[in-house]
């Protein structure tokens, strides 16, 4: 049995913490006073997004929704660092979008080979040897990692092609794929053959070649979500060029014209966009005509909207090659294959600033720790200015500065978070 397409999944993601730094004092035998020499803890691993070709659906994220990546390992003596926690890498299919799960804003489009890094590993925390100064010789303290991002996002598949093929079921799109491509999906005589996209490459000449596919389950209402349709309308999104195709054989006793309009309609409830896209009209199935007044009805009907026909039996072979090549012909003009730019906004993030503060101080140091203080640290960027500004502006509000000097802090001491020193000043 086949496994189902799957083209969405929620997902939740979260990169590897970072390793603790370590409180360490050289010891060896004839050596006085060594020194500390505590090791730096490892930086926490990056949830990685790569493309693989190889992959058709997000079938992969169907049942396992939540990805970690490991953690940095803890620093150690004699000035050794922990070791980084290993990325964790995550495949998808070629024309998958990633969004935010609360906004639905897309973060990265991952059309191209590039490797993605949708979460980044937390800073190893600074072990003592960091902390030693020519006043303070013997620092007793180091620091925690620092925690790693967590995000949940939605992928979302929308196939790459540069021809869509769209109609109603059972109308011989799957036969026209077969035809002009080596793609071979499941054809038989009843509606709702196909219950998956399908892709083929066509090859025109030497040199000429695109891809096509075969978008399954449109009917009256698909937009509304009756059907499949709503399923597969979101990989119509990115073809260049639309063949609708119109079955005009009368053998079911459906109006052509009638098709044609309802799709359209389909197309338009889905996105204006694309129901202004470049189309091409194959009325299908000539062979088996049973009235060839169906034929003119819709001939007349699509040259009236500027729209160019094809007569065609896919299944005789019968017209598809001027369609394939008028097909080459339009997609030179064509801009190329919608790649989307991200909409994705790095927002402040909300940090509680309630809890408890753990302050103790070592000489002229006040080393500083507090749970929503690692959260604060790891959504800084300490290189702009207004980031600097805002976390200047969380400390004060917090109510960290008043118990500092509260305590007795006085100008010119250091203060440290984490892995973050500064000279205190009113």
């Given at each position: ?26 010891r ?21 997004v ?38 964790l ?9 990633i969004?935010?799960?609360a906004?639905?804003?897309?973060i ?20 003592n ?13 180091a ?23 769209v ?7 799957s ?38 596919a ?35 054989s ?84 064509l ?10 906004v ?36 300490f ?6 500004n ?7 509000q ?26 205190y000043?009113?």
């Open positions: 049995m086949a496994a189902p397409f799957v083209d969405t999944a929620k997902i939740t993601v979260r990169s590897g913490n970072g390793g603790n730094g370590v409180v360490s004092f050289h060896e035998k004839y050596v006085a006073a060594g020194g500390p020499d505590g090791g730096d803890g490892g930086r926490g691993g990056d949830i990685v790569t493309v693989h070709d190889h992959m058709s659906t997000l079938m992969d994220f169907r049942y396992k929704r939540k990805y970690v990546a490991a953690n940095g390992a803890d620093g150690q003596g004699k000035r050794c660092s922990g070791k980084d926690g290993e990325d890498v995550l495949r998808v299919p070629r024309g998958t979008i969004r935010d799960s906004t639905g804003e897309i990265r489009d991952m059309s191209d080979d590039k490797p993605f890094v949708l979460c980044r590993g937390g800073r190893g925390g600074w072990g040897k960091h902390f030693a100064t020519p006043t303070r010789q013997v620092p007793r303290f620091k925690a990692g620092l925690p790693g991002e967590t995000r949940e996002v939605i992928l979302e598949l929308k196939l790459l092609a540069d021809v869509g093929l109609g109603f079921p059972n109308v011989g799109k036969t026209l794929l077969s035809v002009v491509s080596r793609a071979r999906p499941k054809i038989a005589n009843y509606h709702f053959t196909t219950l998956f996209p399908n892709l083929g490459v066509v090859y025109v000449e030497e040199g000429t070649s695109f891809v096509m075969d978008i399954p389950g449109i009917i009256e209402g698909a937009a509304e979500g009756a059907g499949l349709g709503r399923d597969f309308l979101r990989h119509i999104d990115r073809c260049r060029l639309l063949i609708h195709v119109v079955d005009v009368g053998s079911e006793g459906r109006d052509p014209v009638a098709d044609f309009q309802a799709i359209c309609a389909e197309l338009a409830g889905w996105s204006p966009e694309l129901a202004s896209r470049r189309m091409l009209v194959a009325a299908n199935k000539v062979d088996i005509m049973e009235d060839p007044a169906l034929l003119e009805r819709l001939r007349a009907h699509v040259e009236g909207l500027g729209l160019e026909l094809f007569e065609l039996s896919a299944a005789a072979h019968q017209g598809t090659r001027e369609l394939v090549q008028r097909c080459a012909q339009l997609l030179q003009e801009p190329p294959v919608a790649v989307y730019e991200p909409t994705y790095e927002r402040p993030p909300e940090v509680d600033t309630s809890g408890d503060v753990d302050i103790q101080q070592f000489d002229d140091t006040w080393v500083v720790e507090a749970p929503w203080l690692q959260r604060l640290i790891a959504n800084v960027n290189g702009d200015y207004e980031s600097r805002w976390f200047d502006k969380m400390l004060r917090s109510g960290l500065f008043d118990k500092l000097e509260e305590m007795g802090i006085r100008d010119g001491d250091i203060v440290s978070l984490y892995d973050l020193e500064f000279e000043q009113r």
